[in-house]
């Protein structure tokens, strides 16, 4: 069995190495290498892991034009949601569609999960402000976003994934804290069309996204196309 993962990521490294020749190391699902100008330097499944964009981008996620850009209403309006449902917004930096969703579930709670606290401080700020009771917080980590085993119905991740440093572990941890049947929605800028203005790294294309996903035994249930620069990926827990 170690036999045929060394050969597989010996496989891995060099054709990762086609384009990046100065791969240096690699351990059981990670290869090491000099960072790109937007990537840390780690490949997972032949993908680059991008950099985090951080608090002090805020403003970006929170600018006026971008209902109209990427259709975030259509976004929303397509969420597989009911009013009693349990959501955790993964990377929910300014909490963009952590607040439309506490809406969507009256009778449910949004989990709100960063790993940066002051992410969150803005969020518990606005919920103050505004007087909203079912947004709850999470501080995460890079490796786990700090859910209960089959606590959530719904996972939305929105132009996130593609920035974890530890893509397999979250998946893991991702995976397991859906209850069964439950579902992760995956939004990625398309990796596969060139007229969409975001950098190669903060893309991913739906055979990467699949991948992925699968690895972690999430299955693809639909792919939305109604949004005019990313997937709308549905992934779901297998019933038992």
């Known amino acids: ?8 990521l010996t496989v891995t490294a060099a054709l990762i190495s086609l384009t990046s020749p100065t791969i240096a190391a690699a351990d059981d699902f990670y290869v090491y290498g000099k960072a790109s100008r937007d990537g840390i330097g780690k490949y997972y499944m032949g993908r680059e892991i991008s950099h985090v964009m951080g608090h002090l981008g805020a403003a970006w996620l929170e600018r006026p034009t971008r ?70 917080p999470v501080l995460g980590s890079e490796r786990d976003p700090g859910l209960e085993p089959s606590s959530v119905d719904l ?35 398309r990796a596969e069309d060139p007229s ?14 699949l991948r992925e996903m699968e690895a972690v035994g999430l299955k693809l249930e639909r792919n939305g196309k109604f949004l005019p620069q990313q997937h709308f990926m549905v992934f779901r827990r297998a019933l038992p």
Request: charged residues 25%; positive net charge; glycine residues 6%.
């Open 196 to 209: 969409v203005p975001i950098k190669r790294l903060h893309k991913m294309s739906v055979k990467q996204a």
């Open 67 to 136: 209902e109209r850009e990427e259709r975030t209403d259509r976004l929303l309006k397509n969420l597989p949601l009911a009013p009693d449902s349990v959501v955790a917004d993964i990377g929910a930096g300014t909490g963009y569609f952590t607040f439309p969703m506490a809406k969507q579930v009256p009778e449910g709670r949004v989990l709100a999960v960063d790993i940066q606290q002051e992410m969150l401080n803005i969020i518990s700020a606005r919920m103050a402000s505004e007087g909203v009771s079912n947004i709850q």
């Open 1 to 8: 069995m170690r036999a045929t993962r060394y050969i597989l």
């Open 155 to 189: 996972i939305l991740l929105v132009d996130a994934y593609h920035e974890f440093a530890w893509p397999r572990e979250m998946g893991i941890a991702m995976a397991r804290s859906l209850k069964p049947g439950g579902r992760l929605v995956l939004i990625e800028y």
